[in-house]
């Protein structure tokens, strides 16, 4: 239980921190910046989660959010063309990051590659079809309803944080509920048994890598509309941020172990940290390097009990 609770506990040591070596920290802009940043990441971990959670991995994401925010900025009322299809427009745009997961989850199951190259082939294929719509000029979203998702606030907090929340409440729903989330934590624990004890696997790891798909074209949508364009470039570092946090959360790389909300919990870490270091005048190229000890130290941390285990990522 002690173990579970570093994360947690983690988090409050580094808002203490940097609260007191700089008190505009804790103030309520900032607090305001914080939920806003820690939106996107939220929003791709949470469906990261089931991926990573069945032992598989997600590098499709830059693609998938670059293919998304294009799709987005695309169908609604733009600079580019005549189409003005509001909010389906935005569904359109998280259907085709649906699309990318059933495709990730079909190469990986029917097709038997890793999900390590299944996903990173796809990646590049998200990367030039976002290209190919870009055209080289960025499409600028012009519907006021639609930039107000990214952009607006409701009762003084972000909606794009707020919407995020509601991703993180349906995806722990499905984890808690569901037949997809709780035989995740079987398979992730132990595929043979799994497949010994009738459960039909491959359907659970398409559907897990749908759900991924399908969070990483809701944050397409939120990036087109929070920076009112769309372009192949937008989804940059948001596949490392995303991993980390799952991981720095507790969700173990092998699978079996970890959530959502704990998922929730890295990618504060991350925000908090991030955020944190710039208020205390660390160099921000710094903070890449930061993160990457950090997730080298998380992996060392929630893995340590498991050492004696040999795992692959499936």
């Given amino acids: 239980m002690i173990?579970?609770?570093?994360?947690?506990?983690a988090l409050i040591v580094?808002?203490?921190?940097?609260?007191?070596a700089n008190p505009v920290f804790v103030s309520p802009g900032?607090?305001?910046?914080l939920l806003s940043q820690a939106a996107v990441p939220l929003v791709i971990a949470t469906g990261l989660t089931f991926v990573i959670l069945l032992g598989g991995i997600d590098l499709s994401i830059e693609g998938v959010v670059a293919t998304s925010s294009l799709v987005f900025a695309l169908t609604v009322a733009n600079d580019r063309n005549d189409l003005a299809l509001g909010l389906f427009g935005a569904l359109l745009a998280v259907l085709a990051g649906s699309v990318f997961g059933l495709a990730n989850g079909l190469a990986n199951v029917k097709l038997?590659?890793?999900?390590?190259?299944?996903?990173?082939?796809?990646?590049?294929?998200?990367?030039?079809?976002?290209?190919?719509?870009?055209?080289?000029?960025?499409p600028r979203v012009l519907d006021s309803g639609m930039r107000m998702l990214g952009q607006g606030?409701?009762?003084?907090?972000?909606?794009i944080f707020l919407i995020a929340v509601l991703v993180l409440v349906i995806g722990w729903f499905v984890q808690r509920f569901t037949r997809l989330g709780r035989y995740g934590y079987v398979i992730g624990g132990d595929e043979a048994v799994a497949r010994l004890s009738g459960v039909r696997v491959g359907r659970y790891k398409i559907g897990a890598f749908v759900l991924g798909g399908t969070a990483s074209g809701i944050a397409g949508v939120l990036l087109g509309s929070q920076l009112g364009v769309g372009m192949p470039t937008i989804?940059?570092?948001t596949?490392?941020?995303a991993i980390t946090a799952v991981v720095l959360g507790g969700t173990l790389l092998t699978g079996g172990r970890g959530g959502v909300l704990r998922s929730f919990v890295g990618v504060l870490i991350i925000v908090v940290l991030a955020n944190g270091l710039i208020l205390i005048g660390v160099n921000p190229y710094a903070q890449v390097a930061v993160q990457g000890l950090v997730i080298i130290a998380a992996v060392v941390a929630t893995g340590w009990r498991l050492r004696t285990r040999?795992?692959?990522?499936?």
């Fill in 153 to 159: 606030s409701t009762l003084g907090i972000a909606n």
């Fill in 3 to 9: 173990a579970d609770a570093g994360p947690l506990v």
């Fill in 239 to 241: 596949m490392f941020t």
């Fill in 112 to 138: 038997g590659i890793p999900s390590f190259m299944a996903t990173l082939g796809l990646g590049a294929v998200g990367i030039g079809i976002a290209t190919v719509l870009f055209a080289g000029r960025s």
């Fill in 310 to 314: 040999v795992r692959i990522i499936k």
């Fill in 30 to 33: 900032n607090i305001g910046i």
């Fill in 235 to 237: 989804g940059s570092g």
């Fill in 14 to 20: 580094l808002i203490v921190v940097f609260a007191v």
